[in-house]
């Protein structure tokens, strides 16, 4: 073997051995992190307190007829809410719901669609995100019970109409489903690219967000996770599952997807609209993803004629 053709081969093991050692760094650095990747919120490690939200001059150039806060808990939380009141009476209270680790901004829009047909729309930061405090996420678990003290909440101060729906939006959707079967005064719900549960729905983002490596993480080991971010959190990650919570209510679902949807594939809706059985509607975008598929002109157009 000559001088090039030794070093060459040296080359190409050192470079496998540093690549395979770099591989399993990695996994290293995935196990360990994972849990508080599925259980720490946005505002984890950020106080957050009403010394920062917006005058009411600033939301009524926002379209906003006012702001609010809520008290909820256990744990203690506080969520910033934005109501968007119709012209005239209004028909329904809606609950517009954000997805992970996004806001009630990203809402806005539908929120004033709503209300220009008659809505009472209220926009929520869900616990941890926005302007509401929180440590942790729960996927549905704690944020269903604090929407029932928003209920309550809105209803003390005389902004909750007779009949209470909501719209959730992939994340949202799941707290929404959840909150429907949790809190019967809750009549209809419209989710967009919602999942089944937090169990089905944590190998799919690992496997997106870590190329390759979240590949090589097992079923056991997911399931480990899942219970490390749950006692983290304080919830149970099995209850964590909009697909049982639509067995456990009476409410008319919509459930809209879209078709080329990678993050969460469009099977997660068509599983949520068997267990629904007759009391929901399944709407397919076609060409749509999970980016893309909120902001399509036939959702909002869909969302508003199903209500």
Do not use: C
Not at 50 to 72: F, I, T
Not at 123 to 141: A, K, M, T
Not at 231 to 239: I, K, L, S, Y
């Amino acid at each position: 073997m000559s001088a090039r053709q030794r070093w060459l081969r040296r080359l190409l093991v050192g470079g496998g051995l540093g690549l395979l050692l770099g591989v399993v760094g990695i996994y290293v650095v995935v196990l360990w992190a994972l849990p508080s990747a599925i259980s720490y919120a946005p505002n984890a490690e950020r106080p957050i307190d009403s010394a920062g939200d917006p005058s009411a001059g600033a939301l009524h150039a926002l379209g906003v007829s006012r702001g609010l806060r809520v008290a909820v808990g256990p744990p203690a939380a506080s969520l910033s809410l934005w109501i968007i009141d119709p012209a005239g009476p209004a028909r329904d209270t809606v609950l517009v719901l954000h997805g992970i680790r996004d806001s009630k901004r990203s809402q806005l829009g539908l929120g004033r669609a709503l209300a220009a047909a008659g809505h009472r729309a209220v926009l929520v930061d869900l616990r941890g995100h926005g302007r509401s405090s929180g440590r942790f996420l729960s996927y549905g678990v704690i944020e269903s019970r604090d929407l029932v003290q928003v209920i309550d909440a809105l209803a003390e101060r005389g902004s909750l109409t007779a009949e209470v729906k909501a719209v959730g939006a992939s994340y949202g959707g799941a707290v929404a489903l959840q909150l429907a079967g949790r809190d019967r005064r809750v009549t209809a719900v419209a989710t967009v690219a919602t999942f089944t549960s937090l169990r089905d729905v944590t190998p799919l983002y690992l496997r997106r967000l870590v190329p390759g490596v979240g590949r090589l993480v097992t079923s056991g080991q997911i399931d480990e996770a899942l219970e490390r971010a749950g006692r983290e959190a304080g919830f149970d990650p099995r209850e964590a599952a909009p697909v049982r919570a639509v067995a456990r209510t009476h409410a008319r679902l919509l459930l809209i997807h879209g078709a080329d949807d990678g993050n969460i594939p469009v099977s997660h809706a068509r599983a949520l609209h068997q267990a629904a059985g007759r009391r929901s509607q399944l709407l397919v975008i076609p060409g749509a993803d999970h980016a893309t598929v909120m902001g399509h002109p036939r959702v909002t157009r869909a969302i508003l004629d199903w209500l």
